[in-house]
């Protein structure tokens, strides 16, 4: 009895060692099957729709146009099968349209850096297009009064802290505005995709999450919208990718952060360091 007891004791072990094994590499760990580059860009076509808005000359000048296509040139060594860019889904008809016109010469690019860079690089790159993977709507929020921060800050008198976050935000757009002003096309990208960058504006969302109370989370709850929207396109971008390919997401820079994280949490991407593909000289992998 004693010896049958033993051999059971045993058996009971090789399981749970077994177990153990399964739970610390489980079978549905997946590899990455794919190369990821996030381009974050201010809005070449000024549509000052955010908070605070860099204020951009013609990019359509002899100099600027200059600066686009060397920037162009750098972001073109990573060699991508598909460019992602910010244009809505159900737009991609009239994309296709538009790149088609804009690639065999009959259609001149407009200011908007869709068209700058993504058109650009697609033609260059001798790709069919562009893909649309933006998504900018409610959702599941059927009240916009519940994700209306600016008026929840007047609810509870908010207002001297909102000061204080407005001009820490207007600090970090100072300086975008410094560099685009004295510097180069290239200059503010390497500054809008820099790890200090994405960290200031990291902590711009979070404490518009501050604002409103527990009872009223009206920030936490524009926060959740915000997350929604980037998980959607970030979906949409995963929807669009086949092993192998070499992704390049052109995006409004306040996309990274989440993007990224994205890219990197979901274990289907090798997220590249955008900084490296802005800078002349650097390596190609």
């Not at 004791?9 to 094994?21: K, P, R």
């Not at 204020?55 to 296509?69: F, P």
């Not at 069919?128 to 007047?154: F, H, L, R, T, Y």
């Not at 518009?208 to 929207?229: E, F, H, Q, S, V």
């Amino acid at each position: 009895m004693r010896a049958v007891n033993g051999r059971f004791a045993l058996a009971l072990v090789a399981t749970v060692l077994v177990a153990s094994v399964a739970i610390a590499a489980p079978a549905t760990d997946t590899q990455p099957d794919a190369d990821f580059l996030f381009v974050g860009s201010f809005h070449m076509n000024n549509p000052g729709r955010d908070v605070h808005n860099t204020r951009a000359d013609d990019v359509l000048s002899a100099k600027r146009q200059r600066e686009i296509a060397d920037v162009a040139r750098l972001i073109a060594r990573f060699k991508p099968t598909k460019i992602m860019v910010e244009a809505d889904v159900a737009s991609q008809a009239k994309l296709d349209q538009a790149f088609a016109a804009s690639c065999h010469g009959k259609r001149p690019l407009t200011r908007n850096e869709t068209e700058q860079l993504g058109f650009r690089i697609a033609c260059d790159e001798k790709l069919n297009g562009v893909v649309a993977v933006d998504w900018n709507d409610m959702g599941p929020i059927k009240d916009e009064a519940s994700v209306d921060w600016p008026k929840a800050i007047e609810r509870h008198g908010q207002q001297a802290q909102r000061a204080k976050d407005d001009a820490i935000g207007k600090a970090v757009n100072d300086e975008d505005q410094r560099v685009l002003d004295t510097g180069t096309i290239g200059d503010m990208l390497v500054r809008l995709n820099s790890p200090e960058w994405l960290r200031a504006n990291a902590q711009a969302y979070f404490r518009i999450g501050l604002y409103g109370t527990a009872d009223d989370p009206i920030g936490a709850n524009w926060d959740m919208l915000w997350y929604g929207r980037n998980l959607t396109i970030f979906n949409n971008i995963v929807r669009r990718t086949e092993p192998g390919d070499r992704v390049l997401v052109l995006y409004g820079a306040g996309h990274g952060n989440w993007l990224r994280q994205l890219a990197t949490d979901s274990g289907k991407y090798r997220v590249q360091d955008t900084q490296r593909w802005l800078q002349e000289g650097a390596p190609t992998e």
